[in-house]
């Protein structure tokens, strides 16, 4: 016993200030006196009470599709803009994304480049929980650009 | 029952911050992915069949590399994009939504005649 676990048991003592909408709906307060308590609001599952968990990829797709759709849509290249358009597009897709009220962090990069007949390649390598997190790749163009917009879910 | 404070106690810890030593340090990475970078793609050719490979195995190196460095309790994402020089436009951004106490990036670009790469880090400390 002890030590540092990723541990779901050996919860205790005050807990910060870290913003978590709990289970009965209130912010985690300062000081929890029982270990229960505070394993219930952090893994709600293992309390009885069923919380969505798991990254939605359709979800996410489609959030980040009607994104580039809104901020790039029917435009063509253009070097002066593309930094306000990489820009929009990946903070339109975090604000939706948040506002699904889900326990995860989000991490959204975008990158937008011009047609050239250049090729491009990206690829993720990520260490988590297979289990709750998740990630969500679209691939856009148009005649003069390429659009790729990636979304990863991390559940806390 | 309540503990006296300030003795510690079998039960006393689990943290729910990481230590400054523990936190996901920027510079740390990012010597690590510039090292990695430079070993491997320093005379490196843009080929369509090969790099698709390279690229994978790029973000799976560096990732294994940053499990080394022993970020203990960190979640991590590697993200490598690697695009062939000709002269085309190209931009990127990313925005997270986190804990900007716990939370970190890092980042690099390598460049050579043919091709460019940038490499993004991303760790997120798990409660």
């Keep these: 016993m002890g030590g540092v676990g990723w541990g779901r048991e050996a919860l205790t003592g005050c807990c910060h200030r870290i913003g978590l909408r709990g289970a009965s709906g209130a912010f985690l307060s300062t000081r929890v006196s029982h270990n229960a308590r505070l394993r219930l609001l952090l893994r709600p599952e293992t309390g009885g009470e069923q919380c969505k968990t798991s990254f939605v990829v359709d979800e996410v797709s489609n959030i980040i599709k009607e994104a580039v759709e809104g901020a790039i849509g029917g435009n063509a290249y253009q070097h002066s803009k593309v930094n306000q358009w990489t820009t929009s597009v990946v903070e339109q897709t975090l604000s939706q994304l948040t506002k699904l009220g ?3 962090k989000y991490i959204v990069t975008c990158v937008i480049m011009q047609k050239n007949g250049a090729g491009l ?5 990520c260490f988590w929980d297979n289990t709750s997190d998740g990630n969500c790749t679209v691939r856009w163009e ?4 390429y659009c790729i917009v990636s979304a990863f879910g991390l559940a806390i | 029952m309540e503990e006296p404070l ?3 106690s079998p039960g006393d810890t689990y943290s729910l911050r990481p230590a400054f030593r ?3 340090r920027s510079s740390i990475v990012k010597e690590c992915i510039h090292a990695i970078l430079k070993e491997n793609l320093a005379n490196v050719q843009y080929n369509p ?3 698709p490979q390279l690229t994978r195995s790029l973000s799976d190196a560096i990732k294994d590399r940053l499990k080394e460095e022993g970020f203990h309790r960190y979640k991590m994402v590697v993200q490598v994009v690697i695009g062939e020089q000709r002269g085309e436009g190209v931009n990127m951004a990313a925005r997270c939504f986190w804990d900007a106490d716990t939370d970190n990036y890092a980042q690099d670009v390598f460049m050579n005649d043919s091709l460019f790469c940038v490499v ?3 760790g997120c400390f798990y409660y």
């Design chain 2, 120 to 122: 993004a880090a991303f």
């Design chain 1, 142 to 145: 148009n005649k003069t650009m």
């Design chain 2, 49 to 51: 069949e090969e790099t």
């Design chain 2, 22 to 24: 523990h936190r996901f």
């Design chain 1, 121 to 125: 390649h990206t690829a993720s390598s």
């Design chain 2, 6 to 8: 300030g003795l510690a």
């Design chain 1, 102 to 104: 889900k326990p995860f």
